[in-house]
Nanobody, 124 residues
């Protein structure tokens, strides 16, 4: 059973930064795709970014490209989401998810394991 523990959410002013962390308890970490999703009230869940832990391939939604960076620390089996130049529209609950791929990176169907979520609030 893969467990995901998220941390790092909180509040920021527009233009500010936050970093989210997702620690994966899985001894086959190197075969996972780990993604970040977000869901704002009244909106559908959307894929924000993902990383293929084996090759380091990174994927981003157009709405965050150039502002957010996904990275990993293999030794700590932790994936990070560095969020810069935050906008009020980035306000959402952010979820870390892990899976074994086989689908488009932003499809929630490709992720079997989900974290509990961490709130990000950006004020103008």
């Amino acid at each position: 059973q893969v467990q995901l523990v998220e941390s790092g959410g909180g509040s920021a002013q527009a233009g500010g930064s936050l970093r989210l962390s997702c620690t994966v308890s899985e001894n086959t970490y190197g075969s996972l795709t780990v993604g970040w999703f977000r869901q704002a009230p009244g909106k559908a869940r959307e894929g924000v970014a993902a990383i293929y832990t084996a090759g380091g391939n990174e994927y981003y939604a157009n709405s965050v490209k150039g502002r957010f960076t996904i990275s990993q620390d293999n030794a700590k089996t932790t994936v990070y989401l560095q969020m810069n130049s935050l906008k009020p529209e980035d306000t959402a609950m952010y979820y870390c998810a892990a899976g074994y791929g086989g689908t488009w990176w932003a499809s929630a169907d490709g992720y079997k394991y989900w974290g509990q979520g961490t709130q990000v609030t950006v004020s103008s």
